[in-house]
């Protein structure tokens, strides 16, 4: 058992749908997060800068002795997992291995399509990953980079998200996917426009969802859960930018308490 916090970390505020996901399996969990609002997005940065800031958070988070790592932003997820491994010894896992599990375990016709920022798909993360398991034989990859923008304005049910989700969803949907990875801290806002355009006969696949379920799975089987009654939360951003409240609110389904602006890398 540990009372120690989790500790995740996003290029923003978007990971707060991860931290939401994680209080609402384990409430009796404490988490630290960890928003570089100041460096914001890491979705259009090369794969270079955004291991570096990961490596950065990774330390930030380590001070505030974490008992595990959820790397909560896909593009980050995507590019610095070999060098957090090497860098830390704590255990920590991304969001790509558990939506990508998630969909191999759900997918019926085996074609699979994910979609996420420029970083995350040029990657190749989730395409390799996906290939991985059998029940998988095709994947249909889509970099959705004005998905993150639209969400941050607040245009979760409106006719221009509607019109971006048609045009970038239409190859996927034409390929037949019957299961779609949703490969972004963002997109689970959208869920319902996705839905709509998409159709019913294809499974969304929420990467934060999933990755509560991993936290929860590895916190029992290194004996690291928690006996207390009720988590603690605490927040860091590296700025505090215009409309935090109103945004934050929105990923993390209330109000953020208290936030405090750090410092974090040289
Ligand atoms: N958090 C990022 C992700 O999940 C989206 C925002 C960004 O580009 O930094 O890929």
């Known amino acids: 058992m540990s009372a120690d916090p989790i500790g995740v970390f996003d290029s923003g505020i978007g990971g707060l749908t991860v931290v939401r996901a994680i209080k609402e399996l384990l409430p009796a969990e404490s988490v630290v997060y960890f928003g570089d609002t100041a460096r914001v997005p890491y979705g259009s940065k090369s794969p270079q800068t955004v ?26 997820s995507s590019v610095s997992m070999p060098a957090l491994g090497e860098r830390f010894d704590i255990p920590f896992t991304g969001v790509i291995e558990p939506g990508v599990r998630a969909a191999a375990g759900l997918t019926k016709n085996g074609v699979v399509g994910v979609i996420g920022t420029l970083g995350t798909i040029g990657s190749g993360a989730y395409q390799k990953a996906l290939k991985r398991y059998e029940a998988i034989s095709r994947v249909v990859a889509q970099p959705s980079p004005l998905l993150v923008p639209l969400v941050e304005e607040g245009w979760l049910d409106h006719r221009i998200t509607r019109a971006v989700v048609e045009e970038y969803t239409a190859p996927l949907v034409r390929e037949g996917i019957d299961t779609l990875v949703l490969g972004c801290t963002h997109y689970p806002l959208i869920k319902k426009v996705l839905m709509d355009v998409v159709g019913e006969s294809v499974t969304l ?19 690291l859960s ?24 929105r990923f993390l389904g209330r109000s953020v308490p208290l936030v405090t602006q750090v410092e974090v890398g040289e």
Do not use: W
């Open 205 to 223: 696949v929420d990467s934060a969802e999933a990755t509560a379920s991993e936290v929860s799975s590895m916190l029992e089987s290194k004996g």
């Open 226 to 249: 928690s006996d207390s009654d009720r988590g603690e939360s605490s927040y860091y951003v590296s700025d505090i930018p215009l409309k935090f409240q109103e945004i934050a609110q």
């Open 51 to 76: 291991v570096r800031f990961s490596l950065e958070n990774a330390a930030f988070l380590q001070t505030k002795h974490v008992k595990l790592l959820v790397v909560a932003c896909n593009t980050a």
